[in-house]
C-alpha cells in the first residue's frame, strides 16, 4: 500500500510549471544585443530563460556543483554514501550531495528548511524531473533561476551586470567566478569576501586545468585576471522604446545597436544646439525606406 500511495505520489508530484516567478523585460535589437532593461516585478534582476549555456559556463558550474550531473538520474548515489559518511564523522551537516537537478528542485520549492523529510522530497522530485526533461533543459533551468548575489538571479542576468557582456563572451576566469557564487551567494560575491571570491574561482580554475579542460596558456592567463568592479550599469540605449511594450521577457525588435548608438549621439548634438533656443525635448526616429523598420529610435 505505501508502495502504491508512493508510486502515485511520483507521477503526480511535479507541479505544471516548476517555477512561476517573474521575469525581467528586456528589450533586445535585431542581432540580440541588449539595449535595455526593467527590473522583474518582485524587484529581482531575473532575465529570462536562457537559449542555450555556453560551454565555458558548463564545464565550469558541473565541474564546481555536480561532475556527474550528465550521467546520473537526479540523484547521485555514490555522493550520498560519500555525504552520510562525513556527516556522521564530523557529527554534523558538512555535506548535502545535492545535485543540480536537486538544486533546481530546491530553488523551485523556494529554499525550504532542510530537513530528511525535504531532503526525501528534493530527490524524488528530481528524479521525476529527469524523466520528463532533457540534462540541457534542467541546466538552463538551474543556470536562470540560480541566486548570483544581491538581486542579481540567473547566470545571464550576472553576466550583463557584472561584466556588461553575453555569457557567450565571456572568459575562462569570468565563467569560473560566475560558477562559484551560486553556492553561497549571500556570503561571497563581489561587494563581499572578494578575496575569498578569488580563491574559490582560483581553485576552480586549478581543477580545470588538472581535468585537462584548459591549457597551461588558458590556466595561467585567466588566474591572472582580476576580478570585475561590484556592479556595473546595464546597457541603456532605448529608453522611452522599452516602456512602450507591456509585456515582460525578452522582446527583439528591428533596431541596430550601431546606428542606433550612432544616432543618439547624433541627436545629443542637435539637442545641445536647441537648447540654447529654450528648446529642451527632442524626439527622432530613423525609418528604413525599404521595409518600414524602426532600426533607431
Known amino acids: 500500500m505505501l508502495f502504491v500511495t508512493y508510486l502515485v ?26 539595449l535595455e532593461a526593467r527590473i522583474a516585478k518582485d524587484e529581482q534582476w531575473r532575465f529570462p530563460i536562457i537559449n542555450a ?34 556527516n556522521i564523522k564530523n557529527r554534523k551537516i558538512v555535506s548535502g550531495a545535492s545535485t543540480i537537478t536537486m538544486q533546481t528542485i530546491r530553488l523551485s520549492r523556494q529554499n525550504k528548511n532542510r530537513s530528511l523529510l525535504e531532503k526525501a522530497i528534493e530527490m524524488t522530485w528530481a528524479v521525476r ?28 542576468t550576472a553576466s550583463w551586470r557584472y561584466f556588461n557582456r553575453a555569457p557567450s563572451e565571456l572568459s575562462w576566469a569570468e565563467n569560473a567566478m560566475l560558477a562559484v557564487l551560486p553556492n553561497a551567494p549571500g556570503l561571497i560575491h563581489l561587494s563581499r569576501n572578494r578575496t ?73 548634438s542637435y539637442w545641445n544646439q536647441l537648447k540654447q533656443q529654450d528648446i529642451h525635448n527632442l524626439s527622432a526616429v530613423l525609418i528604413e525606406v525599404s521595409t518600414g523598420n524602426v532600426i533607431s529610435y
Open 196 to 268: 575569498v571570491l578569488k580563491t574559490k574561482r582560483d581553485r576552480l580554475l586549478l581543477q580545470l586545468w588538472e581535468g585537462e579542460e584548459l591549457t597551461k596558456e588558458e590556466y595561467d592567463i585567466a588566474i591572472s585576471e582580476p576580478l570585475p568592479d561590484p556592479v556595473n550599469s546595464l546597457p541603456h540605449h532605448a529608453f522611452h522604446l522599452i516602456d512602450r511594450f507591456a509585456e515582460s521577457g525578452k522582446i527583439q525588435y528591428t533596431l541596430d545597436f550601431q546606428i542606433q548608438t550612432q544616432f543618439t549621439s547624433a541627436a545629443q
Open 129 to 156: 524531473l529527469e524523466l520528463t526533461h532533457s540534462k540541457d533543459e534542467i541546466l538552463q533551468l538551474y543556470v536562470t533561476q540560480a541566486p548570483f548575489g544581491g538581486n542579481v538571479v540567473g547566470v545571464e
Open 53 to 86: 549555456v555556453p560551454v565555458k559556463f558548463e564545464k565550469c558550474i558541473t565541474e564546481y556543483e555536480d561532475q556527474h550531473f550528465r550521467y546520473h538520474p537526479g540523484v547521485n548515489p555514490i555522493a550520498l554514501v560519500r555525504a552520510a559518511y562525513l
Open 9 to 34: 505520489y511520483f507521477i503526480f508530484c511535479l507541479p505544471s510549471a516548476l517555477f512561476q516567478t517573474p521575469f525581467s523585460k528586456l528589450l533586445v535589437d535585431k542581432d540580440g544585443y541588449l
